[in-house]
Nanobody
């Protein structure tokens, strides 16, 4: 069992930056691939970024490539999402998720555990 708690969301102007954190409980964090997804009202949850258990193979949605960076610290049991050059269309609730598979995946159904989400709002 893994419990995930996101933090770092907030209100930022377009062009600004935020860093989201996702703290995981449990001693097996390093054996999970981790992902970030986002969701806006009335839309399906959308893949943002993923990273494998060792911190390699970062994968990004085309919409965030070059602006967002995913990383993890297996000592601190935390995964991060550095978001630069934010745009109003990045406004969403952001969720982190853990996948017992070791490699990255962009599919939400593959993830086993989810956090409660953190709101990111980008003003124009």
């Amino acid at each position: 069992q893994v419990q995930l708690v996101e933090s770092g969301g907030g209100l930022v102007q377009a062009g600004g930056s935020l860093r989201l954190s996702c703290a995981a409980s449990g001693r097996t964090f390093s054996s999970y691939a981790m992902g970030w997804f986002r969701q806006t009202p009335g839309k399906e949850r959308e893949f943002v970024a993923a990273i494998n258990w060792r911190g390699g193979s970062p994968t990004y949605a085309d919409s965030v490539k070059g602006r967002f960076t995913i990383s993890r610290d297996n000592v601190k049991n935390t995964v991060y999402l550095q978001m630069n050059g934010l745009k109003p269309e990045d406004t969403a609730v952001y969720y982190c998720a853990a996948d017992r598979g070791l490699s990255t995946t962009i599919y939400s159904y593959a993830y086993d555990y989810w956090g409660q989400g953190t709101q990111v709002t980008v003003s124009s």
